[in-house]
């Protein structure tokens, strides 16, 4: 089961653990989602936010996959 998170630290806290990053662009937002061994947890994020943070974490070499 999924665990959403609102903050943006905290979520960006499981992306630096995370395996890969996955990225759900729905009409109204962005969910991302860092994928780590035991848990999936995700946030929604307006698209500009959210793109920033795919930036970021591809520069850092993080596997992400678009959905």
């Not at 609102?6 to 969910?31: C, G, N, P, S």
Request: proline share 3%.
């Amino acid at each position: 089961m999924p665990k959403e998170v609102f903050l943006v630290e905290l979520w960006k806290r499981y992306a630096d653990q995370a395996e890969e990053i996955r990225v759900k662009k729905h009409e109204k937002f962005t969910k991302l989602k860092a994928r780590l061994k035991k848990y999936l947890y995700t946030i929604r994020l307006p698209h500009e936010w959210a793109e920033e943070l795919i930036k970021e974490y591809k520069a850092k070499g993080k596997k992400i996959v678009e959905f």
